[in-house]
Structures are given as structure tokens and as C-alpha cells.
């Protein structure tokens, strides 16, 4: 049976480090390791008692992709996934990792607004459309590309981008499997113009190994 691993990145959001917890505690398939990266180690390990959480402090300030690298590189396991520290799974979300034979098991979510995207309605990678976070994936896709600090606030586009440059397979799921929830902290994407960069970077370091499209 392959191994699962979760993770996440903590900067100011330290409040819903307790809730997101509890989420992945009470995830019928549990996983095998966790890993946050905190811009303040201390004051997460003092919410936490469970002798599979890591908790890692990068010697830098907070930066999305910079910290879910230190995560993802402390995660040993065949499957990693992330989901912000802001939102929780559900207690099915890996019930059928097991079976999944892809490289990516693409999860729905639902939107604290009411919106569900199911999992289903993300399978055009190539097309830059960005799977959900949460998603899990097989760790040889991070270890090919990274997520890259220098493309944020947009680094998960940009690694599901070069997973499909990677030839990773894709599972969908027509189920919701985490809550994506939404608060005045947020960054709220402009698709366009993320689309044209993050395409630029791939023809860079793919050979145009992406067509055109975006969400």
C-alpha cells in the first residue's frame, strides 16, 4: 500500500492551524506523515500533539511556494497533498487513494459561497486549468519540477502545468472532497493575466509542452 502524506504552509494564518488539524485527524484513510512549514514553529507545535505532524520553520520570511517546498521535501511518502491551512477536508477525501492507479487524483471542492467545482470539470491541465489544491499527487512529479517562489502568487498552477508537461496521468472525481473557504486575507486571482505567464514558463522550460487556453 503507498504511503500518504499532507501538507501545508503557515504564515499569518496560525488561527486555523486547530480546525485544519482536526480536519486531517478525522480523515477516515489517515495519513502516514504531516508536514507544516511555519513562519513560527514554536507556536504551531504548541497547538498540535501528534507524533506524526512535523513541523518545520524555513530560515526565511513567509513565502508560499519557498515554504510548501520545505514541506514537500520533509515528506517522504508516495502521495503528498496540500491544502491551505484555511480550509478542511473531508473525512472521505482519501478513502480510495489506495485504487487510484493515475498520478494525480484530482478532488472537487466546494466554496464557502455556496460554488462546488467538482473534480471532474478540472481535467485540462494542459489547458492551464488549475486542479484544486488538496488534489493528491505521486512525490516523482515535485521532484521533477518544484513549485517555483518566483511565480506567485501563482506556484500551484504552475505545478500542475509542469505535471502534465511531465506526462502525469490524471484521475477526476465527481465527489466534493474538501471546503474551500473564503475570507478578506485571500489573494484573488486575475486569470488572464496568469494564464500568459504562467505560459510563458512553460514554453520556456517545456518546449511549448502546453496549449493554449485558460480558465
Not at 495519513?31 to 514554536?42: E, Y
Not at 513565502?63 to 491544502?83: I, M, P, S
Not at 491541465?125 to 519540477?145: A, D, E
Not at 504552475?158 to 485571500?186: K, M, N
Amino acid at each position: 500500500m503507498a504511503t500518504l502524506g499532507i501538507v501545508t504552509t503557515v504564515g499569518t494564518y496560525e488561527h486555523f492551524i486547530p480546525e485544519w488539524y482536526e480536519s486531517v485527524r478525522l480523515l477516515r484513510r489517515q495519513p502516514d506523515s504531516i508536514v507544516i512549514a511555519a513562519q513560527n514553529a514554536a507556536n504551531v507545535t504548541e497547538m498540535l500533539d501528534d507524533p506524526r505532524v512535523q513541523v518545520v520553520q524555513p530560515d526565511r520570511p513567509f513565502q508560499f511556494g519557498t515554504y510548501l517546498n520545505h514541506a514537500v521535501e520533509r515528506c517522504k511518502t508516495d502521495w503528498v497533498a496540500w491544502l491551505g491551512v484555511d480550509d478542511l477536508y473531508r473525512l472521505h477525501a482519501f478513502d480510495d487513494i489506495d485504487q487510484v492507479e493515475a498520478d494525480i487524483r484530482v478532488f472537487g471542492m466546494r466554496i464557502s459561497d455556496g460554488r462546488e467545482w467538482l473534480g471532474h470539470e478540472f481535467d485540462r491541465v494542459r489547458q492551464l486549468n488549475p486542479i484544486p489544491c488538496g488534489s493528491p499527487f505521486r512525490r516523482w512529479i515535485w521532484k521533477k519540477t518544484p513549485f517555483q517562489p518566483q511565480l506567485a502568487p501563482y506556484e500551484d498552477w504552475a505545478f500542475w502545468v509542469s505535471a502534465h508537461a511531465h506526462g502525469a496521468t490524471i484521475e477526476p472525481a465527481a465527489c466534493v472532497h474538501f471546503d474551500y473557504r473564503l475570507h478578506p486575507d485571500q489573494i484573488v486571482p486575475e486569470h488572464k493575466t496568469n494564464a500568459e505567464r504562467i505560459r510563458l514558463w512553460a514554453q520556456q522550460n517545456f518546449d511549448g509542452g502546453v496549449v493554449d487556453g485558460d480558465h
